[in-house]
T-cell receptor, first 112, second 110 residues
Framework: KQEVTQIPAALSVPEGENLVLNCSFT??????LQWFRQDPGKGLTSLLL?????REQTSGRLNASLDKSSGRSTLYIAASQPGDSATYLC???????????FGSGTRLLVRP | DVKVTQSSRYLVKRTGEKVFLECVQD?????MFWYRQDPGLGLRLIYF???????EKGDIPEGYSVSREKKERFSLILESASTNQTSMYLC?????????FGDGTRLSIL
């Protein structure tokens, strides 16, 4: 059964720092991987989606990479800002049914 | 922009009640999903639907049912609410991917 793990569970950094969030999955036979952001008391916002044939995706200050063979993905945030403070979740889809399997998330705090 | 609207942000019900959570999307998406989110357990899929009147069980369907009579509306039903169903419930919709989420309903069962 696929399991998705995110470490660390929480991270606190000063403003301006570049940072990396980690996601690992146990079964490399994935269809795609997504990164989401969740603000307190809110739903999820999709940040980046990487298809299984891709190695990375970029959007603004965010870059997500995928290494299927090792079962890992990273989300790189450049020049972090207090507005980046949120919980970041990764999720994998194993087939075209689009069902997602989520990690428990990393709670990020960017200190001014 | 896609809008997924959940009818209530907060809901308090009593054990044994039949509870309805409503979700409406405005983008003509085929796929709709219901998740619950609990601390330490993450998001877990309860049910999903890939077309009107079509549904499939997710990972934790016990104690829940769903209804999709119209394409834009997906309802989650707690047949007889219990305290272990106190949770944050999130609805999502998609054409392919990514999924677009509502703001959630925080449900408390007393």
């Amino acid at each position: 059964k696929q399991e998705v793990t995110q470490i660390p569970a929480a991270l606190s950094v000063p403003e301006g720092e570049n940072l990396v969030l980690n996601c690992s999955f146990t079964d490399s036979a994935i269809y795609n991987l997504q990164w989401f952001r969740q603000d307190p008391g809110k739903g999820l916002t999709s940040l980046l989606l990487i298809q299984s044939s891709q190695r990375e995706q970029t959007s603004g200050r965010l870059n997500a990479s995928l290494d299927k063979s090792s079962g890992r993905s990273t989300l790189y945030i450049a020049a972090s800002q207090p507005g980046d403070s949120a919980t970041y979740l990764c999720a994998v889809s194993e087939d075209s049914s689009y069902k997602l399997i989520f990690g428990s998330g990393t709670r990020l705090l960017v200190r001014p | 922009d896609v809008k997924v609207t959940q009818s209530s942000r907060y809901l308090v019900k009593r054990t044994g009640e039949k509870v309805f959570l409503e979700c409406v999307q405005d983008m003509d998406h085929e796929n709709m999903f219901w998740y619950r989110q609990d601390p330490g357990l993450g998001l877990r899929l309860i049910y999903f639907s890939y077309d009107v009147k079509m549904k499939e069980k997710g990972d934790i369907p016990e104690g829940y049912s769903v209804s999709r009579e119209k394409k834009e509306r997906f309802s989650l039903i707690l047949e007889s609410a219990s305290t272990n169903q106190t949770s944050m419930y999130l609805c999502a919709s998609s054409f392919v991917q990514p999924q677009h989420f509502g703001d959630g309903t925080r449900l408390s069962i007393l």
